[in-house]
């Protein structure tokens, strides 16, 4: 049975390890790489990880297990459909700002993955282009948020859209992930 990795747990193993990139923006990447059509057999993805959190070194084997763990469980929610993508973001323990600053690097991992993979939006829909428009628009985000409840509210609801565009995403780029996907008997 594979552990489902928490933001929390995530963080523990990269800050042991000394790991230059923040979960949430390793997650955002990995997302972005797989909704704009990187297939799941695609082993570039570690290499380019690597690069970009560790100045081309390898990573402990400890750190590849954690991030491949990441990666297989994305994979899996982006399957599944019905929604079931979860940000790896703080949860709502944890201050908003702190959680805000997540989810823009979320965001911008997403932004980073999504254009080396998908590098000429003239082939999408005009939806993924407007998302990937409000994306670069919540990745610019810097404004602190006040502990309140609007604030809560509007957080939430930014979350949810971004949660929701990266499925779209998926949906309309991520097909190659769903080809090489394992099938299994389906119950009528």
């Not at 990187?38 to 560790?54: C, P, Q, R, V």
């Not at 400890?62 to 982006?78: D, R, S, Y």
């Amino acid at each position: 049975m594979s552990t489902q990795y928490s933001y929390v747990l995530a963080q523990q193993a990269f800050v042991d390890d000394n790991l230059g990139m923040d979960p949430a923006e390793v997650h955002g990447l990995l997302c972005g790489l797989l909704c704009a059509g990187m297939g799941h057999s695609d082993t570039g993805w570690m290499k380019i990880l690597s690069e970009m959190a560790n100045e081309g070194n390898s990573f402990s084997s400890k750190i590849e297990h954690v991030i491949t763990q990441i990666f297989n469980q994305t994979c899996q929610e982006l399957i599944e459909g019905q929604f079931s993508l979860n940000l790896l973001i703080p949860d709502d323990d944890t201050p908003i700002n702190k959680r805000g600053l997540a989810l823009i690097e979320w965001v911008q991992g997403f932004l980073a993955g999504f254009g080396m993979q998908q590098n000429d939006l003239t082939r999408c829909s005009e939806d993924v282009k407007e998302a990937m428009q409000d994306f670069t628009d919540i990745a610019r985000m810097e404004e602190p948020m006040d502990e309140d409840e609007e604030s809560e509210r509007a957080f939430e609801e930014v979350v949810e859209y971004v949660r929701v565009s990266a499925i779209f995403c998926f949906g309309e780029l991520g097909k190659s992930l769903l080809d090489d996907a394992p099938t299994s008997p389906r119950v009528h």
